[in-house]
T-cell receptor, first 114, second 115 residues
Framework: GNSVTQMEGPVTLSEEAFLTINCTYT??????LFWYVQYPGEGLQLLLK?????DKGSNKGFEATYRKETTSFHLEKGSVQVSDSAVYFC?????????????FGSGTRLQVQP | DTGVSQNPRHKITKRGQNVTFRCDPI?????LYWYRQTLGQGPEFLTY????????KSRLLSDRFSAERPKGSFSTLEIQRTEQGDSAMYLC?????????????FGPGTRLTVL
């Protein structure tokens, strides 16, 4: 079946540091890949997405590239801010089979210190 | 755009009681999803509707769980004879059909505590 594996947290960084959160997936066919973010006390929000190999999703300074050869979709940001402190979830869906369910990783908590 | 809304936001119940949650999707969205999230984990898919038709159900959706979307607008999720293991955050999401990856927008969730 489909699965998503994320690096365990928490990840603690100083403000303006470089961020990488690793995400790898297992799925046959051509999944679509997503990063969602959950700020404290708020609901899940879509951060970025990529629907085919080599696509790069980007938003709010975050980027992730769909790498089919390594089955990865790592999240990066060049300079984090305290306001980026949140839990980040990697997810996939198999739109090519008509299934709509999102399969999520277990989440990675990011703590950014001033 | 008022977003996805869920009611109630919190529910505390005793084991064995029935509970019902409501989800109102974004108005033009024709797809609606239910997920369950336990502490420290990512959301797990429960079920999905396109308009009023329930098209996909997870094995997690036991016989005690039932979901409806009678007019293709709001949806309800009922849990009968609640168990302590049902304690979780229940999330609703909606999307507009079309394209290769219709984006799911999530509501704030209903937190269920079963005593």
């Amino acid at each position: 079946g489909n699965s998503v594996t994320q690096m365990e947290g928490p990840v603690t960084l100083s403000e303006e540091a470089f961020l990488t959160i690793n995400c790898t997936y297992t799925a046959t066919g051509y999944p679509s890949l997503f990063w969602y973010v959950q700020y404290p006390g708020e609901g899940l929000q879509l951060l970025l997405k990529a629907t085919k190999a080599d696509d790069k999703g980007s938003n709010k300074g975050f980027e992730a590239t769909y790498r089919k050869e390594t089955t990865s979709f790592h999240l990066e940001k060049g300079s984090v801010q305290v306001s980026d402190s949140a839990v980040y979830f990697c997810a996939l869906t198999r739109m090519d089979t008509g299934r709509r369910a999102l399969t999520f990783g277990s989440g990675t908590r990011l703590q950014v210190q001033p | 755009d008022t977003g996805v809304s869920q009611n109630p936001r919190h529910k505390i119940t005793k084991r064995g009681q029935n509970v019902t949650f409501r989800c109102d999707p974004i108005s033009e969205h024709n797809r609606l999803y239910w997920y369950r999230q336990t502490l420290g984990q990512g959301p797990e898919f429960l079920t999905y509707f396109q308009n009023e038709a329930q098209l996909e159900k997870s094995r997690l959706l036991s016989d005690r769980f039932s979901a409806e979307r009678p007019k293709g607008s709001f949806s309800t999720l009922e849990i009968q004879r609640t168990e302590q293991g049902d304690s979780a955050m229940y999330l609703c999401a909606s999307s507009l059909a079309g394209g290769r990856a219709d984006t799911q927008y999530f509501g704030p969730g209903t937190r269920l505590t079963v005593l």
